[in-house]
Structure formats: C-alpha cells, structure tokens
C-alpha cells in the first residue's frame, strides 16, 4: 500500500507515556496500584485549584478565554516579565510543538542531549529538522560539546533544567558559558517544568537571559503545582518570539478549567511548599535505601530519581507492577539498565522500597 502519511513520519515512533494507575489495575487486577513513573505531586492538586474548577464548571457552555488574559495578568506579576512576554499551552509540551512549528523550516538543525526528555526530538523531527545529539557524560549535559555541536544551519537548542529522566541540572556558570558568543540566529529553550522543586543555589533561572539573548523559558503547572491532568503550562521570551508562536497556537488551546485552576494554584503558596517539605524529606530516604540495596542512583534536582538496576532493570520494572507499583522502564531513553522512580508519599515511598527488596534480594533479580 502506498504510504499516505509525511515522509518525516514513517521512522517516527509513538511518545509513550507511564502507564496510567486505571490500565495496571484493570490489566494485573491489582486494586490500588501506586504510580510512581511520571513525575507527578502526589500530595495531588491544591484545594484551591479544585475550588476554581468547581466554581468554573457551570461556564462550561462557553468557549474559554482564547488569550488567557487573567492568567497572564497574573503570571507577568508572578514572574516579572510582561504580559507580552507569555504564552499559554496545554501543558508545556505543547509550548515546546510551538516553538518547532514556528522555528524550524525543514533542514535546520536542532541541538538536544542525550538522555533527555522525548518530545525535543519528535517535535522537531515531525517539523523536518535535522536533530543532533550530543551524548550527556556522567548524566549530565554537556554543555561544552553542544555548543561544538551548533553550525550555521542550528536553530534551535534544547535545554532540560532539570533534565528528565536524570533529573541532573546545568549551574548558572555553566549556562553563562554556553551563552557567551552564541551565534546569531539561534534560539535556545530553557524547559524548566521542575524549577519550582529545584532547590540548589547555583540553579539558573533562564528568564534571567530572555533580554539579551533568543531564549524561550517555559514552566508548567503539572509538576509542582500538582495539576497534569488538566494540561497548562506557559513559555516567557522576547515578545518577537512569542508572537510567533502565538501564530501556530489553536485559537482555544487552554481550556477553562486549566486556566481557573492555574490561577487559583498560583496563589496557594502552601501548597508549593509543602510539596518542597515532602520532596525534602523523601528523596534522602529514597536514596539511602537505594544506596543500601546496592543501586547507584544519580543524584536530582527534581521529584524523580533514576537508577542503575543492572542488566535486569526492565524485568525489575515489571516485577514491581505486579505488586502494584508502576515506575518508569528507560527503553525508551535507550538506557535498558536504569529505572526511574518519582518521589511519593511517605507510604507510597515505603512500598515501592519494600517491593524493590522482595524483588531483588541481595541486590539481584531473582
Ligand atoms: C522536562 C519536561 N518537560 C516538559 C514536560 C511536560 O510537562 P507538561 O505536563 O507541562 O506538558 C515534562 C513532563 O514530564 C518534562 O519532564
């Protein structure tokens, strides 16, 4: 059969996501799973986002505000940057699409690191571009050998800080470095989706650089503010960039709900903080037992940590569903010995190690 679809789309697999806690329990019969593979709040969202939702439900015969007007308002005062400066999106995957769709004619060149988060390379590929990767050392980027890596025809740089899936960021003087002297033309992308849980005082805060360079920031409500399932995230640049990317933005892309919610989440600073508390206290206890079980875990910046569990991971992996605990197998990220756990609740926490020890005692799979 004549193949119907863009050529660029042929070799292109499908992103899959962590398995969502209704498909493990229906599939296995478990009847609580505790999912732990997509780096989401468990403490879950903020009461005062549930309300917003609540008191937005019976609007819902309206179409939404296309130009999130309130939440921009309130995000330029939240940020410091100007409402001409921000951009919406359903989630920020969405921001990251935009920014391929209005960026990159096919043949240009984009920059990304290897691991790092999957939609860099889909959405540029599907925009046509050519994707070089440069591989991360010691699960950190490599700044230095992206930056040998831009030639004339780069347009875009990606840069995860923190990275997922190793959770590892890039230090402000490293960041500066890379910025000195970057060539005209080239657009870097500083995805933050975790800056809200990073807690290390030399994390760079990419808005500092929309000024002086062709940088777009983007952050997300799905992380730390507890609010994947609704879908909003927002991107800050130059206001020439943004309203470029305005130009290839559906014209109600962020639904009501997801614009009431976010608002309302904005003000909850307690709630932020004590997502912060939990991670706080969690990640250190993960890491012990980890480190206790003879796993080397890479050290993050952000709610997840990836570990190396030997040759055996993916069977590991799966091992752990059974008992009804989902954490991420790195297949995808072609890194077959690693797994990655979000940090969960204190209990949820005790049964991912309990099971993990069931699993591989003496540290092996058995
Ligand atoms: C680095 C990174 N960027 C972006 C996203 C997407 O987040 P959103 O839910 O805002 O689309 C994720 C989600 O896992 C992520 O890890």
Redesign the pocket.
Known sequence: MKPLARKVLQDLSVYSPGKPVEEVERELGIPRAIKLA??ENPLGPSPKALEAIRNALPHLNRYPDSHCFYLKERLSRHMGVGTDQLIVGN???ELITFAARAFLEPGDEVVIAEPT?LIYRIAAQIAGAKVRVVRSKEFRYDLEGMRRALTPRTKLVFI?NPD?PTGTYVTRAEVEEFMKGLPEGVIVFF?E?YAELVEAPDYPDGREYIPHHAVIVTR?F?KAYGL?GI?V?YGMSRPDLIGSMQKVREPFNVNSLAQAAALAALDDAGHLEATRRLLREQKPLLYRALEEMGFRAVPSAANFILFHAGPRAVEIARALLKRGVIVREMLAWNLPEHIRVTVGLPEENQAFITALKETTPNGRFS
């Open positions: 997509s780096n989630g920020s995957d988060f995860a997922n995805d989706a997300t799905s994947s879908r995230g």
